[in-house]
């Protein structure tokens, strides 16, 4: 891997592991997170500090429960996926009628002007990299936005009554350097704060581009 | 999909506000919290993800050990983790407290 700063693996990434192997964190390995990791090998970047060298990544099983997090080592990544990478255009024809998958195509049209930089995540964004069928018909569609930038509060809710409106239910994380937050949440406006999330826990916050 | 109840009858200080925090969006939820009709306060939380009753009931047996409003607060919870829960609900008194 080149040791430029863009390729270190970023939240919502996903890795394709070289060794097939991730260190426990805390918690003991569940005896699932071997059967997932020989069925796919492939790890999504977690907003959790690691030691240098690693990165912390969570491993996805069959199940809805079942979802563990470890360390890996860096120079076990074989490739990295970002969301801004994966479109439907990937995916199997037998698959585009899923109603989360239809929804990105829509996304896709609806989003072609836009300035910055999105991709989906979730279980809609490890099928489109893996090809492993985790999508089902109940699957809603998250996306991941990234604004390094403040975006307007108009331009959010502009974007949120658009997203909002399509056929599967449409999960919005807003990515900026320092930590993600829901656009429905920064769009609507209920209350003067807003929860982040950054890789040392969740917080309250009134600006998360200023924290 | 469950649903789960609780009541906190000795929960009786008049509160007048009313709160909507929260998105039902993956790991996060949604809660509404508002004067209850009559004395005591009621939860009704309605969660995606079976099987954490006795979790919840231990963040509320908490939450009404230092909160004695008369509210009714309604939660839907898209997988919430525990961080979250308590950072909305205490998002919630801060906008019906202020």
Redesign the interface.
Known sequence: MAGAIDDAPQVHDLLLLSLGRVHPACIAEPAWVQTAMKRSPWVVVRRVNAPVGKVAVGVRGTDR?QRWGGFMDMADVALIKRPAQLRVSLAHDSRKSVPALKTLALVERELTDLDLSWGPV?SVGFELATGDRVISEAS?L?LALFAPQRIDHAIARDLWGTLSSLPAKV?V?IETPYCGF?L??YA?R??A?I?IRTPD????VEDPWDI | MEQIEFDYPAAKRRITKKAYVGVVGSGDMEVLMEPAGGDGAHVSITTSVNGFQDSWKAVFDRFFSKFDGAVKIQINDAGATPGSVLLRLEQAVEVIEQ
Not at chain 1, 201 to 204: A, E, I, P, S, V
């Open positions: 429960s979730g809603d998250d999960d994380r829901s429905e949440e609507l209920r209350s704060k929860l826990g969740q917080q309250l």
